[in-house]
């Protein structure tokens, strides 16, 4: 008995967090953790179908075994989406943990964590940074990958060419 309590005690260490979505305090938020196959939304939609779910140009979802499917809109890095953390797993089933939003005029996903289904390695949904970061030899938990927003060349462009609230000639109050 004494052996088998140490064992089960040691196992429980071992078997690594137990991940779980962090609260966000936003209305109509709910934890939501379910397994799905990534898809490319466009395929999904239309049948037009490239390879590797486009490339990373597309918006990805995710299609649970029932038919429904979710709209993955946010990952855990600031003013991200979650294409980066999901392309790798283009075709394949995963498990997707984080918060589901259930607004009466829009449901959406933010996903927070996720891992080949059924048993593979959690990773945290920050892969846009990592990627943002490696892309320019930068350290990714340094302050200038952490405000990637600030000096990103394509953001500059989109800001330079259409304001900051993406209408041409719209400014803010002085």
Known sequence: MKIWIIAATAAALFAGPALAADEWGIEYEEKARFDATVVDILCELSGDCPENCGGGKRQLGLLKDDGTLI??????????????????????????????????????????????????????????????????????????????????????????????????????EE
Do not use: H, M
Request: aromatic share 10%.
């Open 71 to 172: 709209l993955p809109a946010k990952n855990q890095d600031i003013f991200a989406g979650a294409a980066n953390d999901l392309l790798p797993f283009c075709g394949r089933k995963i498990t997707a943990d984080g918060l589901l939003i259930k607004d009466p005029k829009a449901t959406l996903f933010v996903l927070q964590f996720k891992r080949l289904a059924p048993d593979g390695e959690w990773s945290r949904a920050t892969w846009f940074v990592r990627d943002w970061a490696e892309q320019r030899g930068l350290d990714r938990k340094s302050q200038e990958a952490k405000n990637w927003f600030r000096g990103d060349e394509q953001v500059k462009a989109l800001i330079e060419a259409d304001g900051v609230y993406g209408i041409p000639g719209l400014k803010p």
